[in-house]
């Protein structure tokens, strides 16, 4: 209503952007297009946001490479030496892994860790695209000196089991399961897999007491685990 009735006369780029946000999560991709290209007019300092904003429009909407396009159009059209936010450059490897270019998406990802040595969201990636591209030992190594600097997270443990799963040591696995559990107890997504770990050694007993604990952890969402 805001924009409606000030129309032309309405030049606060804040305005188009919340509308552009709110279109997108209702799914009206055309709206929120042309409110963000109308926050770009007004202000073209913030030109890189609203490219990730439309990038990500499109990721959602299944077209990772019209994202692609979008981001690298913006990106590549920054004055020499402007820095690229890390918002952007973290979307670009989604986008990126998306298109299952693990290569290209780990390259961008050690940039990033190279600005902010310790984004968890870095280190995870880059295990991920090492793992995508079966290289499993390498994502193991990276695992394990990186672990120690980083903020407890489930999903590095997570990456790490299944590196030694990729590895062919379940057994280890375990063991790097159960250290991630000695530290972040209440991680039931930790319990899940200890469970499905138990399972593929057909320890019975031992899998479904890692599956209790995990329906004991989320106790809003038991009959969801249950099923």
Do not use: C, M
């Not at 090492?130 to 672990?147: I, N, P, S, V």
């Amino acid at each position: 209503q805001l924009v409606d009735e000030a129309g032309a006369d309405l030049r606060d780029p804040a305005v188009y952007l919340q509308l552009g946000d709110l279109a997108a999560e209702l799914g009206r991709v055309e709206e929120a297009n042309r409110a963000y290209e109308r926050a770009a007019q007004l202000d073209p300092a913030q030109l890189s946001e609203i490219a990730v904003r439309r990038a990500r429009l499109r990721l959602g909407a299944g077209r990772p490479d019209l994202a692609l396009e979008v981001l690298d159009q913006t990106l590549t059209a920054l004055p020499p030496g402007t820095p690229k936010s890390v918002a952007a450059l973290l979307l670009r490897a989604e986008i990126l892994t998306a298109l299952e270019r693990a290569g290209e998406a780990q390259q961008v990802l050690e940039e990033v860790q190279q600005r902010e040595p310790g984004s968890p969201v870095a280190t995870a990636g880059i295990a991920r695209a090492l793992l995508d591209q079966g290289k499993h030992a390498e994502a193991k190594e990276f695992l394990r000196t990186a672990l120690p600097k980083a903020p407890p997270q489930p999903s590095l443990y997570l990456l790490l089991a299944e590196a030694d799963a990729g590895l062919g040591s379940i057994p280890d696995a375990v063991t790097t399961v159960k250290k991630g559990l000695e530290i972040l107890p209440k991680a039931a997504s930790l319990w899940v897999r200890l469970g499905e770990l138990h399972v593929a050694k057909e320890n019975w007993t031992e899998a479904a007491g890692a599956y209790a604990h995990a329906i004991a952890s989320l106790p809003t969402r038991r009959h969801q685990i249950a099923r």
